[in-house]
Every structure is written in structure tokens, then in C-alpha cells.
């Protein structure tokens, strides 16, 4: 019996300590685990916001989508014929009076050919050809705007029937053309110093702005110079100022549109910049209130 519990007590102990050792390393497993979940789960609480907050960051940090303006190179240019700040820019305005005529499409097909945006001083002309002509002036980029619908003189001792007079061209603009606002661009005929007071402060008061010219073709009379005249005319009063508003009957005078390529050339090979008017450009004017 001694030799029977000598052999007992050792393998009880072996079992015993076995047992112990077996639950103590359970209960460092799950006390591990714990702790590790634990901080799984304290750390997860920690960079839950840092991701929402660097969500927003990150788009607010992203450029804008870009506007007209950064898009367009001449955008300082034109600000600054809105501001009047036109020192030392080289700003060419092609303008063209009294059409449209049978001719008009041959000077358009001229300034597409050189990717030109220039501005037409309409009259009201009634036909098939000249609504076209109107259609095109917009469709194409150019500035319709008006110059009376009679380019009659008379009417300036009338003020009312001379706005009349104007507003009758401007809503067959809109007829015409499908627009739903004319660019409100004006030139008297014959310009601004054989208007009147009345008929220029009341242009202003109804929302126009009006342009004269200081560069002239010299084709208003009736047998004009040879084109290479003209484009020297031109060429030569464009290189004395820095906005240059240019008086042509381009529409009417062959001579003048055969002048318009050698014009656009040599001036855009100096520098120049042609544009169309806009109703908030500063420009030259023969008379001022």
C-alpha cells in the first residue's frame, strides 16, 4: 500500500500542476485576446474621424472647376476696356455701317477666313437676303448692333420719332434674329456730333451705349480709293492709339473689302487684337454729355 500511494502522489501532482498550467495559459489567451480587441476598438474610435474629417479636407483642397474667364486669354484685355484702363493694349474694333447688303456675306467670308469677330451697324432692311445676313452676324460671333432703321437726320430735331425710330430697328433685331436682348451697341448716323443733346442723352438713359470712331477708311464718298489705299489708311490711324474703332462701308465699297485682308494681316502681325463690341466697353466718341 506504501508502494501503491508512493506511485499515486507524483502522478497526482503531474495531473494537478498539468491542470494549472493548462487554465493559466487559457486565461493569458483570453486576457491577450481582450486587450487586443480592445485596442483594436479604442484605435478604431481614434481614426473613425480622422477619416471624416480628412473627407472634407480633401474637397476643399480642390481647384474649382474653371470659370469663362480662366478659359479666356483676352480676358484682361477686356477688362480692361471695361474699366477704361486701356494704356498701352493694342484693341482693333472692325465696324461696318449701313448694311446688310447683297455683299455681306463675301465680308464675313472674309473675316471667318481669318477667324475675325468685328461689328455691324445695321439698318432695317426688309428682305430675304439681309435676314440671313442678320442670322449670320450672330450665328458667327460678330456684334449686330443698330444704327437707326432710316439712318435719316431728320429725325434728330424729333427725339421721340428718332426713338422711335431706333426701337423699331431693335425689335426687328429680335424678330429676326430669334434674341430675346440685342446687344444695345449704337451709332447715330453720321455720328454722335450731328445728333443732339436730347437724342444722345436719351440714347444713354435707355440703356445704349454708343460708339463714334477714330480711325476712318475714307470710303464714305462716292468714288473711294483703291483697296491698297485704304488698308494703308487704316493700317496707319490703328498704330496711333490703343483702341482703334475703325469706320468702314465694307458691305458697300469693293474696294474696301478687298483692303480688309491686308488690314487683318499686318495688324495682327503686329500685335493687334480685332474684337467685337460689347455694350460695357469704353469708347471713343465725337461728343459727350
Same mark, same amino acid.
Given at each position: 500500500?506504501?508502494?501503491?500511494?508512493?506511485?499515486?502522489?507524483?502522478?497526482?501532482?503531474?495531473?494537478?500542476?498539468?491542470?494549472?498550467?493548462?487554465?493559466?495559459?487559457?486565461?493569458?489567451?483570453?486576457?491577450?485576446?481582450?486587450?487586443?480587441?480592445?485596442?483594436?476598438?479604442?484605435?478604431?474610435?481614434?481614426?473613425?474621424?480622422?477619416?471624416?474629417?480628412?473627407?472634407?479636407?480633401?474637397?476643399?483642397?480642390?481647384?474649382?472647376?474653371?470659370?469663362?474667364?480662366?478659359?479666356?486669354?483676352?480676358?484682361?484685355?477686356?477688362?480692361?476696356?471695361?474699366?477704361?484702363?486701356?494704356?498701352?493694349?493694342?484693341?482693333?474694333?472692325?465696324?461696318?455701317?449701313?448694311?446688310?447688303?447683297?455683299?455681306?456675306?463675301?465680308?464675313?467670308?472674309?473675316?471667318?477666313?481669318?477667324?475675325?469677330?468685328?461689328?455691324?451697324?445695321?439698318?432695317?432692311?426688309?428682305?430675304?437676303?439681309?435676314?440671313?445676313?442678320?442670322?449670320?452676324?450672330?450665328?458667327?460671333?460678330?456684334?449686330?448692333? /443698330?444704327?437707326?432703321?432710316?439712318?435719316?437726320? @431728320?429725325?434728330?430735331?424729333?427725339? %421721340?420719332?428718332?426713338? =422711335? $425710330? #431706333?426701337? &423699331?430697328?431693335?425689335?426687328?433685331?429680335?424678330?429676326?434674329?430669334?434674341?430675346?436682348?440685342?446687344?444695345?451697341?449704337?451709332?447715330?448716323?453720321?455720328?454722335?456730333?450731328?445728333?443732339?443733346?436730347?437724342?444722345?442723352?436719351?440714347?444713354?438713359?435707355?440703356?445704349? /451705349?454708343?460708339?463714334?470712331?477714330?480711325?476712318? @477708311?475714307?470710303?464714305?464718298?462716292? %468714288?473711294?480709293?483703291? =483697296? $491698297? #489705299?485704304? &488698308?494703308?489708311?487704316?493700317?496707319?490711324?490703328?498704330?496711333?492709339?490703343?483702341?482703334?474703332?475703325?469706320?468702314?462701308?465694307?458691305?458697300?465699297?469693293?474696294?474696301?473689302?478687298?483692303?480688309?485682308?491686308?488690314?487683318?494681316?499686318?495688324?495682327?502681325?503686329?500685335?493687334?487684337?480685332?474684337?467685337?463690341?460689347?455694350?460695357?466697353?469704353?469708347?471713343?466718341?465725337?461728343?459727350?454729355?
Amino acid at each position: 500500500m506504501s508502494l501503491t500511494l508512493l506511485v499515486m502522489i507524483p502522478l497526482s501532482l503531474f495531473f494537478l500542476t498539468s491542470k494549472i498550467a493548462t487554465a493559466f495559459h487559457s486565461h493569458k489567451q483570453v486576457a491577450q485576446t481582450s486587450e487586443t480587441v480592445n485596442s483594436s476598438q479604442a484605435n478604431g474610435a481614434k481614426s473613425e474621424p480622422a477619416k471624416v474629417n480628412n473627407y472634407p479636407s480633401a474637397i476643399t483642397k480642390t481647384d474649382p472647376p474653371a470659370s469663362d474667364t480662366d478659359d479666356d486669354p483676352l480676358a484682361d484685355i477686356k477688362s480692361r476696356l471695361r474699366s477704361g484702363d486701356t494704356a498701352g493694349i493694342k484693341v482693333v474694333f472692325l465696324t461696318f455701317d449701313d448694311g446688310p447688303s447683297a455683299n455681306t456675306g463675301a465680308l464675313l467670308d472674309i473675316l471667318y477666313d481669318y477667324d475675325v469677330k468685328a461689328t455691324f451697324f445695321t439698318t432695317l432692311h426688309d428682305n430675304e437676303n439681309a435676314a440671313a445676313m442678320y442670322r449670320r452676324i450672330i450665328d458667327e460671333g460678330h456684334t449686330l448692333a /443698330n444704327h437707326t432703321s432710316s439712318h435719316d437726320y @431728320s429725325l434728330y430735331d424729333n427725339p %421721340e420719332a428718332f426713338f =422711335a $425710330d #431706333v426701337d &423699331a430697328l431693335d425689335q426687328f433685331h429680335k424678330t429676326i434674329t430669334g434674341q430675346t436682348e440685342t446687344s444695345h451697341v449704337f451709332r447715330f448716323p453720321g455720328g454722335s456730333t450731328n445728333s443732339s443733346e436730347a437724342c444722345v442723352e436719351g440714347i444713354v438713359s435707355r440703356g445704349w /451705349n454708343y460708339s463714334d470712331w477714330n480711325v476712318s @477708311s475714307g470710303d464714305g464718298c462716292a %468714288e473711294p480709293p483703291p =483697296a $491698297d #489705299v485704304i &488698308a494703308q489708311t487704316i493700317i496707319e490711324g490703328c498704330r496711333k492709339y490703343d483702341v482703334s474703332v475703325v469706320l468702314s462701308h465694307a458691305e458697300l465699297k469693293e474696294s474696301s473689302r478687298k483692303a480688309m485682308p491686308i488690314v487683318i494681316e499686318t495688324l495682327q502681325a503686329e500685335g493687334y487684337v480685332f474684337l467685337p463690341m460689347e455694350k460695357d466697353y469704353h469708347y471713343p466718341r465725337h461728343f459727350e454729355l
